[in-house]
């Protein structure tokens, strides 16, 4: 692709790309700058969507005034356009320039318990939204609402935050049509649909809504909807889409709170009371810094939990030692036997399932050990380091490099291709399998080898025992692909409709012959949750779309045979295909009290193995 700026010709290719959103794709120009390019009516992602491509021809009409138009007094940390990309002529806007926020990171991954995994603390959360407040407010000092204000476009680089997406900010008239419905402000909206669709136009107040139900998810790892919602009324039973709406929130005493959330009384009573009248009682203003500069945080040293309040409002904070079952501990509920074979008090990073036992790796507080208590290396935790597991073998990847840590071996090193802010690299019972300058590459008896060429910087891949699955998205081009692990070569010819938004997340597991892909995307202010069944051929068997329980975590799911394990709060769930549909063939409530949707299971010859943060256990179903 061609575009122009300042008159320059500047030629966009693929592997340039460094984003993709619903309207746009992002390249990057040099070190320091990028460039946003519209989609146009005509671009792949549209491809059969008549509204979509409706809405893009409208906004690059409207484009073409706004962006002359935009205001050049906000403050710096909001990402602005500076040059506009154009036609050949100049008479065209396709896009713009900007500044490049280098290795930084959504605000999306602050609310994920995963990312933060006791490595950045919430007095770190409140300095970020403390900055991020700042920005706001001098935003709306120049006459300028953010409207479509969530946690995609923030980007986060220590406690300094920066919004991007600012062409879609409201200013003189042009405003903000677009918006997210998990952030969107129900006051704007039609009360009586079955999800959110706006009435009214974005607004101050509306910021600040969206402000409050980010810090809240930063908080406690749930938005103000989530959980399940069970009323015992079941005419009262309303969509899950529906309850911001209905301002049906974590408070009800009929919404299940979810597993891994951080329990809300941990939060001051001002600020817990502040959330109560926001999502409950529909006030709105500037959100009270205040409420912020006050939050004084501590970890009890009972239960672990950090609080802001004079003592830990989940236990009595005596020092008095509960009762903590001993490893080998057996727990018989209904069909169910569960063994503890693990805890910690630190964390459980990865686990593997190889060899017929399960191996793992975790965090004791300083140093990394595993299974056997061996210590692999000693340091902190970091939010972008990885970790696979293969055999006694443990490879650390981070920042286009991966560690292969061995006992009584000198430490390997492979340069290797990142996507994003991830390393690309896997293992399985053969081997190790990297990216490098677009090649996918494995283990070989001399060295490495070739098994097929991708896009570099944009792809992620998965490995099975027999095969592997991967994927990449960059500017108009989008390819799925499988190869077999032992061989040369690469099937590209997989038609998997991935979407045309932003991609959140990602994940895939394998049996044998088949394995289960999952994404989830952003499309149209939705958060789309999908699943593909594809066998080692190449062939797609089933395609699944929805917000059914055991799509609400991609993460941790287990394939055997032809069926598929998921963790759910209420217990595992039995997923199979009939024909071309997945559908949910048995649930297991008895294993409820050992699981819930974080919960990464494998499985063995003996049982089930269920990993948790800080457990293992071993389940046995009669």
């Known amino acids: 692709m061609d575009i122009y700026i300042k008159g320059k010709r500047i030629r966009l290719k693929p592997d340039c790309a460094i984003g993709k959103g619903g309207e746009a794709d992002v390249y990057k120009l040099g070190s320091d700058r990028a460039v946003k390019i519209f989609k146009s009516p005509d671009h792949p992602d549209y491809q059969g969507l008549s509204q979509e491509q409706k809405s893009a021809k409208e906004k690059l009409v409207e484009h073409q005034q706004k962006l002359r138009q935009f205001p050049t007094n906000l403050p710096p940390r909001v990402i602005t356009p500076e040059d506009l990309a154009t036609d050949k002529q100049g008479r065209i806007i396709k896009g713009y320039t900007m500044s490049l926020v280098s290795n930084a990171e959504v605000l999306l991954r602050y609310g994920e318990r995963s990312f933060r995994n006791g490595v950045i603390d919430n007095k770190t959360v409140v300095n970020i939204f403390e900055n991020l407040h700042e920005t706001v407010t001098k935003i709306h000092l120049v006459g300028v609402v953010l409207g479509d204000f969530n946690d995609l476009n923030v980007l986060v680089k220590g406690t300094d935050t920066y919004i991007i997406d600012a062409d879609s900010c409201q200013f003189n008239g042009f405003y903000c049509r677009v918006f997210t419905a998990k952030f969107v402000d129900p006051l704007l909206c039609d009360r009586t649909a079955s999800s959110p669709v706006m009435q009214s136009y974005h607004n101050q107040d509306s910021d600040w809504y969206s402000f409050a139900i980010m810090l809240m998810q930063c908080l406690l790892f749930v938005s103000p909807y989530g959980g399940i919602y069970k009323p015992k009324n079941l005419s009262q039973r309303i969509p899950q889409a ?24 941990v939060l001051s009573d001002d600020l817990l009371h502040h959330f109560y009248q926001v999502f409950e009682e529909d006030k709105r203003g500037e959100f009270p810094r205040s409420l912020l500069a006050n939050l004084s945080w501590q970890k009890c040293s009972s239960c672990g939990v950090e609080h802001a309040r004079k003592t830990c409002p989940l236990c009595t904070n005596i020092q008095v030692v509960p009762a903590v079952s001993p490893i080998g501990t057996k ?165 998997i409709p991935l979407g045309s938004g932003q991609l959140l997340d990602a994940a895939c597991t394998f049996s044998d012959r ?88 494998f499985a063995g010859k003996n049982g089930l193995y269920a990993v948790s943060q800080q457990t293992i256990y071993l389940l046995k179903i009669s």
């Open 242 to 265: 529906a309850r911001s709406l209905n301002r049906i929130t974590v408070f009800n005493p009929e919404v299940k709170y979810p597993k891994p959330a951080t329990p809300y009384q």
């Open 514 to 601: 088949l394995c289960w892909f999952f994404w989830s995307m952003q499309e149209g202010g939705q958060t789309r949750k999908r699943c593909a069944l594809i066998s080692s051929d190449g062939e797609v068997k089933a395609l699944h779309e929805g917000n059914e329980t055991w799509l609400q975590n991609l993460q941790g799911k287990c394939a055997v045979n032809h069926f598929l394990l998921c963790g759910t709060d209420e217990g595992i769930l039995r997923v199979e295909a009939n024909g071309d549909r997945l559908f949910v063939a048995k649930e297991f409530p008895d294993t409820e009290p050992f699981i819930d949707a974080n919960t990464r299971l």
């Open 331 to 495: 727990t018989v509920r209904g069909t169910v036997t569960a063994e503890l074979i693990f805890k910690t008090e630190g964390i459980i990073l990865a686990g593997n399932y190889s060899n017929s036992s399960l191996q793992w790796l975790y965090w004791d507080g300083s140093q990394f050990k595993r299974e056997n208590n061996t210590v692999v290396f000693t340091g902190e935790l970091d939010p972008y380091t990885q970790f696979r597991l293969g055999g006694k073998a443990t490879l650390v990847g981070k920042q286009g490099q991966v560690i292969t840590l061995s006992p009584n071996t000198s430490p390997e090193r492979l340069a290797v291709d990142n996507c994003g802010m991830q390393v690309q690299f896997d293992t399985n019972e053969i081997g190790k399998y990297w990216l490098y300058n677009g090649q996918l590459l494995r283990d070989g008896q001399l060295g490495s080898e070739y098994i097929g060429d991708v896009l570099s910087n944009q792809t992620r891949f998965w490995v099975g025992s027999q095969f592997g699955f991967g994927f990449y998205r960059a500017g108009n081009l989008t390819v799925s692909f499988v190869f077999d692990t032992q061989r040369k070569g690469i099937n590209d010819r997989l038609q």
